[in-house]
């Protein structure tokens, strides 16, 4: 198996992780424009702050590499410790995805969950089938299904959390 090399993204210009998420979700947001595009907007907002806030946010995400190719980022947020890791952002390229790269992600941030004593690691996604890949890694991974609940007024998708014990 290749191994990841992951970096800070600050080694990029801004602007880099919004153009990788836009790459990433090109096919779901042309799929309903109108659903998807005001997501565009906080995907610009995050790389904002990833490289306005390098100490927090920026030091909460890394960017992913294939030998000097750019593969993807994983982001999170430990403001829940000791309990409580979340599970931000993992985002592979297209043209790398089904190559366990996403699961290496995840890997190195549970890693760094343990390396602060973080308990358990959750991550929310959607039960939309564009993200049925994302829900079958995570369960791959050793995460459970907690809950489910609604994504604001939409009625057509909701949220689905999973958790893992650290311990």
Request: aromatic share 14%.
């Amino acid at each position: 198996m290749v191994r990841l090399k992951f970096s800070p993204p600050q080694v990029l210009e801004p602007g880099t992780i919004a153009s990788i998420l836009r790459c990433c979700y090109a096919r779901l947001v042309s799929s309903d424009p109108e659903l998807w595009n005001p997501e565009i907007l906080e995907w610009k907002q995050f790389d904002k702050d990833i490289y306005e806030n390098p100490e927090t946010v920026g030091d909460s995400t890394f960017l992913s590499w294939w030998g000097k190719r750019l593969v993807g980022f994983g982001s999170f947020d430990p403001r829940q410790m000791p309990d409580v890791g979340i599970i931000g952002h993992n985002c592979i390229l297209p043209e790398f995805q089904g190559r366990g790269f996403g699961k290496q992600q995840i890997s190195e941030i549970l890693r760094r969950f343990r390396t602060v004593g973080i308990a358990n690691a959750k991550v929310v996604t959607l039960d939309h089938p564009f993200f049925a890949p994302a829900r079958a890694m995570y369960i791959a991974c050793g995460f459970q299904e907690e809950r489910r609940y609604p994504w604001g007024t939409n009625l057509q998708y909701g949220f689905i959390e999973y958790k893992k014990s650290l311990g």
